[in-house]
C-alpha cells in the first residue's frame, strides 16, 4: 500500500520569498510518479509539477521545483519568488502507474504582502 | 479547450435524502474519476470509469453511493440515502490516458453539506 505524508497543516511566506513544502511517501513499487497538486479557493486541483521516480533530476516548472530524495522517500516543494496568487492549498501525490492517485493531507500557503 | 465541469457547485440536503452529482469531462478523455475530499484530507478516489466501463470502484460505499457513465462521456454520482459523513467534496476528474502518469484534470467540485 502506498501513502503520503505532509507534516506542515499550514506553511507562511513573504512576498518574492522562498518557500519550501515537504512531502514523505512510501511505496512497495519500483516504478511510480509524484506529483504537486495546487487547489485555490475555487476548488479546482491544478497540477504544478511531476516527477518521474526513474528519473534522477529534479523537475521544474518556472518557479516550482521539486528536490526528490529517492532513498529518503522525501519529495519537497520549493517555490522561488513567492506571488500572492500561489497561496493555495498544496497536496502531495503518489502512483505507482496504475491509476490510483494516494493524497497527502495537505499544506494551506499563506503568502504575506 | 473546455475544462472539466461539474454540476452543482453547492448543495445542502437533510440526512437520508438523496443527491445526484453531474460531471462532464474534456472532450475525448476516455478516463473518469470521482473523489472525495472531506474536509482537512486529501481526496480519495471513489470509482474510475474507462469509457463507460468501471475499473476500480472497491472504495465506493456501494450501499448508499452509485455511479454511472452513459455513453463513456458524462457521468453521475449517486448519493441515496445520505449521512452526516457523507458532507464533503466531490471532485470529478478526466485523462486521455488510463494511466494517470501524467496527471488528472480536475473540476472545481461539488460541495455537498448534509444536515
Known amino acids: 500500500a502506498q501513502t503520503v505524508t505532509q507534516s506542515q497543516p499550514e506553511m507562511s511566506v513573504q512576498e518574492a520569498e522562498t518557500v519550501t513544502l515537504s512531502c514523505t511517501y512510501d511505496?512497495?513499487?519500483?516504478?511510480?510518479?509524484l506529483f504537486w497538486y495546487k487547489q485555490p479557493p475555487s476548488r479546482q486541483m491544478i497540477l504544478v509539477i511531476r516527477?518521474?521516480?526513474?528519473?534522477?533530476q529534479n523537475a521544474t516548472e518556472n518557479r516550482f521545483s521539486v528536490n526528490f530524495q529517492k532513498a529518503a522517500k522525501s519529495f519537497s516543494l520549493k517555490i522561488s519568488d513567492s506571488q500572492l496568487g500561489d497561496a493555495a492549498m498544496y497536496f502531495c501525490a503518489c502512483t505507482s502507474g496504475t491509476y490510483k492517485y494516494i493524497f497527502g493531507t495537505g499544506t494551506r500557503l499563506k503568502v504575506l504582502a | 479547450e473546455a475544462g472539466v465541469a461539474q454540476s452543482p457547485r453547492y448543495k445542502i440536503i437533510e440526512k437520508r435524502q438523496s443527491v445526484a452529482f453531474w460531471c462532464n469531462p474534456i472532450?475525448?478523455?476516455?478516463?473518469l474519476y470521482w473523489y472525495q475530499q472531506i474536509l482537512g484530507q486529501g481526496p480519495k478516489l471513489l470509482i474510475q470509469f474507462q469509457n463507460n466501463g468501471v475499473v476500480d470502484d472497491s472504495q465506493l460505499p456501494k450501499d448508499r453511493f452509485s455511479a454511472e457513465r452513459l455513453k463513456g462521456v458524462d457521468s453521475t454520482l449517486k448519493i441515496q440515502p445520505a449521512k452526516l459523513e457523507d458532507s464533503a467534496v466531490y471532485l470529478c476528474?478526466?485523462?486521455?490516458?488510463?494511466?494517470?502518469?501524467?496527471?488528472?484534470?480536475f473540476g472545481s467540485g461539488t460541495r455537498l453539506t448534509v444536515v
Open positions: 472532450s475525448g478523455h476516455a478516463t
Open positions: 516527477q518521474e521516480a526513474y528519473k534522477q
Open positions: 476528474a478526466s485523462s486521455s490516458r488510463r494511466t494517470p502518469k501524467d496527471g488528472y484534470t
Open positions: 511505496t512497495s513499487e519500483s516504478d511510480y510518479y
